[in-house]
């Protein structure tokens, strides 16, 4: 199985660096397709290429976490489309994090030339909400994990994040509505 262009030590070296990267997916998943996996690779690889590419390093880490948030197989197509609006929430968390991160200095700009005693409260309730944001999307993707695997403590974390998750928006909501009404 020696490769055009590279030694058996290089081989064997590639070969290994490829199998930590494999060790990333779920063991029943390395069981059944890691030689495969490797082989394609092996092939693939560059004449005299030591080390796995970063483009390849990241498609083994995106399948990776692909295989892991995959729901068992045989579950209803409810638990699939449920799991799928969780990812859905992950993602726009992170869009609500970054929103919030690249119009700062606009906000701010807006809130001291309306009323710039208003602006410490508004930057302390935007921060707050931008540094909780990455807990938000672990959380959100862990229970796409857990209700996928159809862990219980998934399910109850999901009943508790969505009956309190509206009642710190709703928070939100009241005190920008005070500090709206303020200028």
């Given at each position: 199985?020696?490769?055009?262009?590279?030694?058996?030590?290089?081989?064997?070296?590639?070969?290994?660096?490829?199998?930590?990267?494999?060790a990333?997916?779920?063991?029943?998943?390395?069981?059944?397709?890691?030689?495969?996996i490797?082989?394609?690779?092996?092939?693939?690889?560059?004449?005299?290429?030591?080390?796995?590419?970063?483009?390849?390093?990241?498609?083994?880490?995106k399948?990776?976490?692909?295989?892991?948030?995959?729901?068992?197989?045989?579950?209803?197509?409810?638990?699939?489309?449920?799991?799928?609006?969780?990812?859905?929430?992950?993602?726009?968390?992170?869009?609500?994090?970054?929103?919030?991160?690249?119009?700062?200095?606009?906000?701010?700009?807006?809130?001291?030339?309306?009323?710039?005693?208003?602006?410490?409260?508004?930057?302390?309730?935007?921060?707050?909400?931008?540094?909780?944001?990455?807990?938000?999307?672990?959380?959100?993707l862990?229970?796409?994990?857990?209700?996928?695997?159809?862990?219980?403590?998934?399910r109850?974390?999901?009943?508790?994040f969505?009956?309190?998750?509206?009642?710190?928006?709703?928070?939100?909501?009241?005190?920008?509505?005070?500090?709206?009404?303020?200028?």
């Amino acid at each position: 199985m020696n490769e055009p262009g590279l030694s058996p030590g290089e081989l064997a070296s590639l070969e290994r660096r490829y199998r930590r990267r494999l060790a990333w997916y779920p063991r029943w998943f390395r069981r059944e397709n890691e030689d495969e996996i490797l082989a394609v690779l092996l092939a693939c690889a560059q004449d005299g290429q030591r080390r796995p590419s970063l483009e390849a390093t990241l498609d083994l880490l995106k399948g990776a976490a692909r295989m892991w948030m995959r729901p068992r197989p045989g579950q209803p197509r409810s638990v699939f489309a449920a799991i799928r609006l969780m990812w859905a929430g992950a993602l726009a968390e992170l869009g609500v994090a970054i929103t919030i991160l690249a119009t700062l200095g606009s906000v701010q700009a807006a809130v001291l030339h309306a009323y710039p005693p208003a602006w410490h409260a508004t930057q302390m309730q935007l921060l707050s909400q931008a540094a909780e944001a990455p807990l938000i999307i672990g959380l959100w993707l862990w229970m796409a994990w857990a209700n996928g695997k159809g862990k219980n403590r998934g399910r109850a974390a999901l009943a508790v994040f969505l009956v309190f998750n509206p009642a710190s928006s709703r928070h939100y909501r009241t005190s920008m509505r005070n500090t709206s009404s303020l200028a």
